[in-house]
């Protein structure tokens, strides 16, 4: 069993930044990736990124470029940067483990999730 907990959730100001970090705790060596998605009010679940173990990482297409993930073995934490931050970002921010299965992942483990709103 995996323990994730997010924190770094908020209010924000289009156009600003916010740091997710989420503290992994628990059977850690099961899972080899770990990963933030996110659900805005009405919509499914997505995507937002990803950082395998060994580094690799995998975002949406349409968040690249404002969004990195990255990770801290040694704490057991993975964190996701947030710049130029626009309204249709506010979502509850989710962080979740598991595994690769070829070229998708089989996320087992998730936090309980953390809100983020930007509005001005």
């Known amino acids: 069993q995996v323990t994730l907990a997010e924190s770094g959730g908020g209010l924000v100001q289009p156009g600003g930044s916010l740091r997710l970090s989420c503290a992994a705790s628990?059977?850690?060596?099961?899972?080899?990736?770990m990963g933030w998605y996110r659900q805005a009010p009405g919509k499914q679940r997505e995507l937002v990124a990803v950082?395998?173990?060994?580094?690799?990482?995998n975002y949406a297409g349409s968040l690249k470029g404002r969004f990195t993930i990255s990770k801290d073995n040694a704490k057991n934490t993975v964190s996701l940067q947030m710049n130029s931050l626009k309204p249709e970002d506010t979502a509850v921010y989710y962080c979740?483990?598991?595994?690769?299965?070829?070229?998708?992942?089989?996320?087992?483990?998730w936090g309980k999730g953390t809100l983020v709103t930007v509005s001005s």
């Open positions: 628990g059977s850690i060596l099961s899972t080899n990736v």
């Open positions: 950082i395998t173990g060994g580094g690799s990482t």
């Open positions: 979740s483990a598991g595994t690769t299965y070829g070229t998708t992942y089989r996320m087992t483990y």
